[in-house]
């Protein structure tokens, strides 16, 4: 796939098809580009009708081309295209380029063309960037596959965008504030190619550093989240969301034909998968430049250095509302400021260093700031006074800039007179903004990519105890109100539900009678809740299906009589099955948890203030499953009420640990059952003594796919894999546990390291490791399943003893599943003893399973028990250098040659 790619965006030779002489048409447009550049390719006119275009021969069909060209692109009618492409693939042509519209966007027949286009590129695998879009432009190549007239200066940012119009605009603005391209990328109707590939294409790409895309609509969700999280971590991933809005999101409907998805959903989807969102054209070109341009901040405490109070103070409220945080500087960075600067000076942050501050001031208060230890990055301002000189402090700033390990941007306010100084700055690869809320927008924005960073690789800990949900009894609840053909549970069958996943629920009783609810709430004792129970989900309160607190036996008669008419009055089409009666709780807080299913990204979990007035609040936060205990607790933090939960001034701190226990097993559950479309708990009442759920509500759909091939098929993040897992036993006698690594394994795998020999570190790695990090061992452990595999080899030497790592295999796929490099290491006190072959042996049938078409590997001449093992198992030896092997083993011929057999 990645061959193709490449012949896509590095063609040799090229087809226009529908390259035409008629002025103002595409094809006149697109022949221009790819014959008046530099791009030193072939090139083909494809034209029906004309023996010659632009002066040179052209040719009626792609079959009358001398040579299988790397590339098509297509500028004909919509109706002829299904036809061109056919003969495409006809002709063996493996990428193609669809510029014409008329297609899904339209609708009707224009959607048929889609899918009959689809369909033969299916047949032929042609990989397909389009329909409907403007091409894309690749400047190292000279190569200009578009229509339009922008020059693109080269660079180090791939810009992708689903909107050819604002594409042209972007890139019209970006010549002019000199941003240069590695390439450019329009998507069109993404019949084919999607963002996942672009990712996975340019995230390899050594040109590109950044990538930029602008998204109004996502098709293959699970895919993207997978690309990007893969590269995120290397190269930023800038993303402009279209369609925050509900009328933007009804504008992008009608754009792209795809629904556009609930935004919230897509913010939880970006932070998970590393990427930066922003909202503005410009945001998204100083983002993009800045973190090209300058170190990424640990954390957002910023300091201001300023000759102007007025602008610091101005920057300094847009900071504290926007989020970050003023540094607070040292005792021993003001002293070291109070010898240096004039007695005048602010003596706090924002700096102000006074309006008539020199190039020298300037220099000594950001070196000194710089060295606190409190200060993440710099926002530098200059207000020209007439006495400080733009150019020769923007050259100071320059200078220390080279040699900082922590971002400076700058803030030249003014036009004429600090122009070129404002050059300086971009060649000395200062980020400088005209006003001082871009550049800490900016700022805020690389912090935000830090922590994303940051929390993504968290080594989460354990659960606090097993868990062991009763799946069978969740599935049988489920699957009788699905048999009576209701689309959700009662609240007693959705506390019930819960219930199997160990979430702790209310007590509560269901009664058909008066006495039997006098008796049931005398047994649980006064005061007591009183619930009507119907056969659906309904929001009880509307009608007055809630009464409490009730004291006394009487109170519990009347309330039975008045809860049953007003449900009977109110819900006449469903059936009333009588009162639920509940302790009456009085906890400290209210949460919601809830879940629903997004046509998008699946299932999306919520988490904030519950209670009556959880809409007016608006306090939640929102996250992907699945959850582990460090993903979990960051959905907690990112909620105001956090700062009630974990202790504020007299008030007791609840079990954190707890809470995110509850959301580990209630993203389970939703992972578990793609039948829930919508559950919420709410409220979650919860206080130091622990949390109870008090009210509950699932809807249900009857699964889209086959549940039981694909059990989870409607989630973007793979989840643990514990089907792969198994018992070996080893020559010595000891039984180890094979099992899929988990990121809570990371304690195992540092533990092993130390007992790797030298020799066995050298084998594994081609050299040594001076020093486990925490960043490696997070490399090892929190993996993406869909595209890697790593088993590990658990044994526990002791019943009281603690488990160990003895080994680890990893397969490491490639973007499209076809090929996978294998990786082993076996812990020297486990050596000879068969642990090796046995992991392998699991490594490929899990690869034969996921049809890998072939595995290869790099293996040192003198490592003799791997090359045996290489051996045995059928791979292939080819010599890689003076010491070492590259080995490979055809998946597809061995699987093919065992049924011959």
């Excluded at 040579?67 to 299904?82: G, H, Q």
């Excluded at 400080?388 to 923007?394: I, L, N, T």
């Excluded at 960073?453 to 969740?474: G, N, V, W, Y």
């Amino acid at each position: 796939m990645r061959a193709q790619l490449e012949k896509l965006f590095n063609p040799k030779s090229i087809a226009a098809i529908g390259a035409s002489d008629r002025k103002g048409s595409v094809g006149y447009v697109l022949i221009r580009n790819l014959l008046s550049g530099s791009y030193g390719g072939k090139v083909y006119p494809v034209n029906i009708q004309h023996d010659t275009i632009h002066g040179r021969p052209a040719f009626k069909s792609i079959k009358n081309v001398p040579e299988t060209v790397d590339l098509v692109i297509i500028a004909t009618p919509a109706e002829t295209v299904p036809e061109v492409v056919e003969q495409c693939g006809k002709a063996g042509v493996e990428a193609a380029v669809i510029l014409s519209s008329g297609f899904i966007e339209v609708g009707g027949e224009g959607s048929k063309r889609f899918e009959k286009i689809k369909k033969i590129a299916a047949k032929y695998k042609i990989r397909i960037l389009g329909p409907n879009c403007i091409g894309f432009i690749n400047p190292l190549l000279g190569l200009n596959a578009t229509f339009l007239n922008q020059k693109v200066l080269p660079g180090r940012i791939v810009l992708i965008s689903q909107s050819g119009a604002l594409g042209s605009s972007v890139l019209d603005w970006a010549a002019e504030q000199n941003v240069g391209f590695s390439h450019f990328v329009s998507v069109g109707s993404m019949i084919d190619i999607g963002f996942h590939d672009l990712i996975d294409y340019f995230g390899m790409d050594s040109h590109t550093s950044s990538i930029l895309i602008y998204m109004e609509s996502l098709k293959d969700a699970r895919r993207f989240m997978s690309a990007a999280r893969a590269f995120s971590h290397s190269k930023p991933i800038i993303v402009l969301k279209a369609g925050k809005s509900l009328e933007g999101a009804q504008a992008t409907l009608s754009h792209t034909g795809t629904l556009a998805g609930n935004d919230a959903a897509f913010s939880a989807a970006f932070h998970r998968a590393g990427v930066v969102r922003v909202n503005t054209i410009a945001q998204l070109f100083h983002s993009a430049q800045a973190m090209a341009m300058q170190p990424r901040p640990d954390d957002n405490r910023l300091a201001i250095i300023t000759n102007a109070g007025g602008p610091g103070v101005l920057a300094t409220d847009f900071l504290i509302h926007k989020g970050g945080r003023l540094a607070k500087l040292s005792k021993e960075t003001i002293q070291k400021l109070n010898e240096v600067l004039p007695a005048d000076w602010s003596k706090s942050n924002p700096i102000d260093i006074l309006g008539d501050a020199t190039p020298e001031r300037y220099s000594q208060a950001l070196s000194l700031a710089l060295e606190d230890r409190g200060v993440d990055g710099i926002l530098v301002i200059l207000a020209p006074q007439g006495i400080s000189s733009p150019d020769e402090v923007a050259r100071a700033v320059g200078k220390i800039s080279h040699r900082s390990r922590k971002p400076i941007l700058a803030t030249w306010m003014g036009e004429k007179e600090v122009q070129t100084a404002r050059d300086i700055l971009e060649n000395e690869k200062v980020p400088n903004y005209r006003y001082p809320e871009s550049a800490i927008e900016v700022f805020l924005f690389m912090c935000s990519y830090t922590l994303n960073q940051q929390l993504l690789h968290e080594t989460p800990m354990e659960i606090p105890r097993s868990f062991t949900p009763d799946k069978a009894e969740a599935q049988r609840l489920i699957d009788k109100a699905l048999g009576e053909e209701r689309d959700s549970l009662s609240e007693a069958e959705a506390k019930a539900l819960l219930a199997t996943f160990e979430i702790p629920v209310i007590e509560s009783h269901l009664v058909t009678s008066e006495t039997g609810a006098a008796n049931a709430a005398r047994e649980m004792g006064f005061p007591v809740v009183m619930k009507a129970e119907l056969n659906a989900s309904v929001h009880k309160s509307d009608f007055g299906g809630v009464k409490y607190p009730i004291h006394n036996a009487n109170q519990a008669r009347m309330a039975f009589t008045e809860l049953v008419e007003a449900a009977r009055t109110h819900h006449s089409d469903k059936v009333v099955r009588g009162v639920l009666v509940e302790p009456y709780t009085e906890k400290r807080y209210e949460l919601i948890i809830g879940a629903r299913k997004d046509p998008i990204f699946g299932p999306i979990i919520l988490f904030g203030m519950g209670g009556v007035a959880v809409e007016i609040f608006l306090d939640r936060n929102v996250g992907l499953p699945p959850l582990n205990m460090a993903l979990a607790k960051g959905l907690i933090e990112g909620t105001k009420i956090y700062q009630l939960l974990k202790g504020y001034r007299e008030s007791k701190g609840i079990d954190l640990a707890a809470i995110q226990f509850v959301l580990y097993k209630f993203a389970y559950l939703v992972m578990d059952f793609p039948e829930i479309t919508e559950i919420e708990i709410n409220p979650f009442a919860v206080d130091e003594y622990g949390g109870v759920v008090l009210d509950a509500k699932v809807h249900l759909e009857k699964p889209k796919f086959n549940k039981r091939r694909q059990p989870y098929a409607h989630l973007v993040i793979s989840p643990y894999p514990a089907q792969y897992s198994r018992r070996v036993t080893l020559k010595n006698g000891q039984t180890a546990l094979l099992r899929a690594i988990r990121p809570e394994d990371e304690p195992l795998e540092a533990e092993m390291f130390t007992v790797l020999s030298k020799e066995t570190v050298y084998f594994r790695f081609f050299g040594y490791v001076p020093h486990v990090t925490h960043e490696l061992l997070t490399r090892f452990t929190q993996i993406d399943y869909d595209r890697e595999m790593a088993i590990i080899a658990e044994i526990q030497e002791t019943p009281d003893g603690p488990p160990r790592m003895a080994g680890v295999v990893r397969l490491v796929g490639d973007a499209w599943n076809e090929n996978a490099e294998y990786a082993i290491v076996v812990a020297d006190p486990w050596q000879g003893q068969g642990l090796g072959s046995k992991m392998t042996d699991f490594s490929l049938e899990i690869a034969r399973e996921r049809d890998i078409r072939k595995i290869y590997a790099s293996v040192l001449s003198n490592n003799e028990g791997m090359i045996g093992i290489f051996e045995r198992k059928g791979f292939t030896f080819r010599q890689e250098g003076y010491d070492a092997y590259y080995v490979e083993l055809d998946l597809e011929k061995t699987a093919a040659a065992a049924e011959i057999s």
